[in-house]
């Protein structure tokens, strides 16, 4: 062998030794990091361990060792191919600490398992504005897609619009409605053959509101408010609704301090008007129709002429319901009048009320004394009535007082002077036997046979006797 050969091949020794070296620190680098990752299985509560290196590579032949308090799976392990020791269904909720070791390098863990029946967890959430209301459904810490939700009420008496049955999109949640009203629901989720349940309070958020009103002298006030609280700066637009005229109080504004804004009174006619009013995102409309001055002015000198025939009617003393008079007099002062089907009561001038005093003393009000007939009133004097000289009467008299009290004709009169100056108070008896002919003594009796004397009498005199 040459000098050159014997060069070269001692450069080609020294050049293959000196690359080697470096494939050497490389594997010793790898060794000096390790990952460990401990994850539970949705079917069977199964934990497995993964040990990886620091390229994402799975360590085979690591020792894991496993220590945790009254659960089974504690002892020592090595990983197969896939890097894995695979750990069981623990039979509480159980923190146990992993160590995985491999080429002098060890990493350890604290995790902690549960048992599969208790891995199903729902939660609820609302969030700071009360704006947003979220159920999240999770197994093992993961979300849970497609799992059945379901929201009710704690109280039957309580109404949330939320109310229903959900399913979890891919994230594991299901977006709830804010209620209008505070309102405490349940929320039960199940997956499989795994229930989970929790209750939470959910919070109404309080909405914008904007409204209008107008004053007797014309102008208008719009106020913006959220809950309770007046909007300060909120945006306000106010427009015309069908109005061909020009409103001076049309445009943009911003509310202030107290969550106001004024607005002109319209000109000659009245004016329909939209206002909105947003703020911070929230928008609130409403419509409300300005009145003129002209109406105004109208409608205010109506309202004090009613209230000065309601003060007439007071002080009259008119008799019924009040707001029958004052309803009529509406209808009549309105323009057109009332309907001409239309039967308001009398006037207070034609109220019984004025004629109190002569119902005081007036004899047809039913306590008038009855000059004639057998149906005496309080004060009629005692009759024979309708009686004729043998003692028959119908007593059929009329009598224009109270008219109930019956007669007390019995068919005996008592006296024959009695009997002739009844009769003739008593009206049209000269036919005293009842047969045509006035052939009846005036010395009888009148106890030839029984008189009923039982006639409703009314006061008119009017008896007939038989």
């Known amino acids: 062998m040459n000098a050159n050969r014997v060069f070269a091949a001692l450069f080609a020794a020294a050049l293959v030794t000196a690359t080697a070296v470096p494939a050497a620190v490389s594997a010793a680098t790898a060794a000096t990091a390790l990952q460990v990752d401990v994850e539970q299985a949705p079917e069977t509560g199964n934990a497995t361990v993964t040990v990886l290196n620091d390229s994402d590579a799975p360590v085979e032949n690591a020792t894991v060792n496993v ?9 020592s392990y090595e990983t197969d191919a896939n890097g894995t020791v695979e750990l069981p269904n623990p039979d509480e909720t159980v923190d146990v600490s992993v160590t995985a070791a491999a080429d002098n390098v060890s990493t350890t863990v604290s995790v902690e398992l549960v048992p599969r029946a208790e891995s199903l967890d ?3 959430e609302q969030d700071a504005g009360n704006e947003t209301v979220t159920v999240s459904v ?107 005229g020009t409103y001076d109080g049309v445009g943009e504004y911003a509310t202030d301090a107290d969550g ?36 105004l002015a109208s409608e205010d000198a109506f309202g004090q002429n009613v209230s000065s025939f309601v003060q007439q009617l007071r002080e009259s003393g008119v008799s ?28 207070p001038e034609d109220s019984p009320a004025n004629d109190g005093d002569d119902a005081e003393n007036d004899d047809e009000t039913g306590n008038e004394t009855a000059e004639s007939g057998d149906g005496a009133g309080e004060n009629d004097k005692p009759a024979d009535a309708g009686k004729d000289k043998n003692g028959k009467a119908n007593g059929k008299d009329k009598n224009n007082g109270n008219g109930n009290d019956k007669g ?59």
């Open 320 to 347: 019924g319901p009040m707001g029958l008079y004052v309803v009529d007099y509406i209808m009549e002062q309105k323009a057109g009048g009332p309907p001409e089907h239309a039967q308001g009561p009398p006037s």
């Open 260 to 295: 106001e804004i004024g607005l002109p009174a319209p000109g000659n006619d009245s004016v329909d008007v939209r206002v909105t009013a947003s703020a911070d995102g929230d928008t609130a409309e409403t419509t409300a129709t300005l009145a003129s001055q002209g109406e």
């Open 408 to 466: 007390d004709g019995d068919g005996a009169g008592d006296s024959d002077d009695e009997d002739d100056e009844t009769d003739s108070d008593d009206g049209d008896a000269s036919d005293d036997d009842g047969d045509g002919s006035a052939d009846d003594s005036d010395d009888d009796d009148g106890s030839a046979g029984p008189g009923n004397g039982n006639g409703n009498g009314n006061g008119n005199g009017k008896a007939k006797g038989r």
């Open 67 to 75: 220590t945790g308090d009254a659960y089974a799976g504690n002892g």
């Open 122 to 124: 729902v939660a609820l």
């Open 138 to 244: 999770t197994q093992f810490g993961d979300p849970v897609e497609n799992a059945s939700v379901a929201v009710d009420p704690v109280d039957d008496n309580d109404t949330y619009a939320g109310t229903g049955n959900y399913s979890t999109d891919a994230d594991g949640t299901v977006s709830l409605l804010t209620p209008d009203e505070n309102v405490t629901v349940n929320v039960t989720a199940t997956e499989g053959d795994l229930t989970a349940a929790t209750s939470g309070t959910l919070v109404a958020v309080e909405s914008l509101s904007v409204g209008v009103s107008q004053s007797s002298e014309g102008d208008a006030t719009v106020t913006v408010t959220l809950g309770d609280d007046r909007v300060e700066n909120a945006s306000v637009t106010v427009e015309t609704i069908d109005y061909n």
